[in-house]
């Protein structure tokens, strides 16, 4: 009996015209998502007391400045762990970009001379979260172009370069970090969040997959 409560209710719901919506759907993650990364940087610059030397160092800044930073990359991992895509792929690739914007939070950087609790953990699980992401633009870059109308072709230009961008800062920044011999920190763990910071701001124009 309990088995067709389901499919009763479901029927009962079709019967009298009632449409049931997505308390948050993609578009809504996605946008959450997007404005949590145009406003991070801001935001733990302007709480900061003394000038930070990269986003990844606010964990070390006591106060809001780590509250904001670890609370926001713990929202983020959220909204990625809810994101489930349009494809299996998605929906596993977001898991690992769940779990490693936490790794981001909780391994934090070996900023200004600092050490760092798991070497090269923060580094790894940064290059991990923002290469997803990179595979996500593509994706949308795709849907979009396949699309008819300028504005599908103008989100699809906006996906190309935020995809893009994204690759190229990841490899320029981890060459840059290789070749560094003496830096106040470690540049690619250092500058990541920073250089890819802009290309992270357009997925708040990521309104329709």
């Known amino acids: 009996m309990e088995s067709t409560l389901p499919s009763t209710a479901a029927q009962f719901e079709r019967s009298v015209g009632v449409v049931k919506h997505h308390q948050i759907d993609h578009r809504t993650i996605k946008l959450i998502v997007g404005f949590i990364a145009l406003f991070i940087g801001p935001l733990t610059s302007l709480l900061a007391n003394d ?5 990844s160092a606010s964990y070390y800044v006591a106060g809001p400045t780590q509250t904001v930073f670890v609370g926001f990359l713990f929202a983020i991992a959220a909204l990625l ?3 489930n895509g349009f494809s299996r792929a ?3 690739l977001s ?3 769940a779990g490693a914007a936490l790794g981001v939070a909780l391994f934090p950087c070996g900023c200004d001379g600092r050490p760092e609790s798991v070497p090269y953990a923060h580094e790894i699980f940064a290059a991990t979260m ?3 992401l990179a595979y996500f633009a593509f994706g949308f870059f795709q849907r979009a172009k396949a699309k008819p109308g300028r ?7 906006i996906y190309a370069i935020c995809s893009a961008a994204i690759v190229v ?3 320029v920044l981890a060459v840059n970090g290789g070749l560094a011999t003496q830096a106040s920190e470690p540049p690619f763990a ?4 920073r250089g890819v910071g802009g290309a992270r701001r357009l997925w708040r124009l990521v309104a329709d997959g």
């Not at 000038?51 to 986003?55: D, E, G, L, M, P």
């Not at 504005?151 to 230009?157: L, Q, S």
């Open 130 to 132: 923002f290469l997803i």
């Open 190 to 193: 250092g500058h990541l969040l």
């Open 95 to 97: 898991k690992i970009a």
């Open 81 to 83: 762990a809810a994101y």
């Open 51 to 55: 000038r930070t030397t990269s986003i």
């Open 90 to 92: 998605e929906m596993i």
């Open 151 to 157: 504005p599908a072709k103008a989100r699809a230009g």
């Open 169 to 171: 800062a990841i490899v």
